[in-house]
């Protein structure tokens, strides 16, 4: 069991700090907003976006590494991985093979693996 907590660890802190700097560089998009001409309210609704996203991000990382500690908290893990895999696959559509799909792809493997590790322990 221990293992699978270090796994969700590892892609929780990976997931948390990528929502981080995901937020931070709300400077930089409003930058490339103002320089592509973007108008209202298109410019508010991809910001808020944005921001939206970046919460999320550090919401996951937080429930994944809290129900890692939990008695029967794989499966939760699992649900963060499941979403996780969603964003990677949405990723993938709309960017392509980028380093956002990798990131997303990377934390989804340690959720799905730190997930399943616990579920099976718990079995």
């Known amino acids: 069991m221990k293992t699978g907590r270090w796994l969700?660890?590892?892609?929780?802190?990976?997931?948390?700090?990528?929502?981080?700097?995901?937020?931070?560089?709300?400077v930089d998009l409003q930058k490339m907003i103002v320089d592509s001409g973007m108008q209202a309210p298109l410019d508010a609704i991809l910001k808020a976006c944005w921001l939206v996203f970046s919460v999320e991000m550090v919401a996951l990382a937080v429930i994944a590494m809290v129900a890692s500690w939990m008695a029967g908290g794989g499966r939760i893990v699992?649900?963060?991985?499941?979403t996780m895999i969603m964003n990677a696959a949405l990723l993938l559509h709309f960017l392509r093979p980028s380093f956002p799909?990798?990131?997303s792809l990377t934390v989804a493997v340690f959720l799905l693996?730190?997930?399943?590790?616990?579920?099976?322990?718990?079995?």
């Open 8 to 26: 969700t660890g590892i892609g929780s802190i990976v997931l948390l700090l990528t929502g981080i700097g995901h937020g931070t560089r709300i």
């Open 113 to 123: 693996a730190g997930g399943w590790m616990q579920s099976k322990h718990a079995a």
């Open 101 to 103: 799909f990798y990131v």
């Open 78 to 82: 699992l649900i963060c991985a499941a």
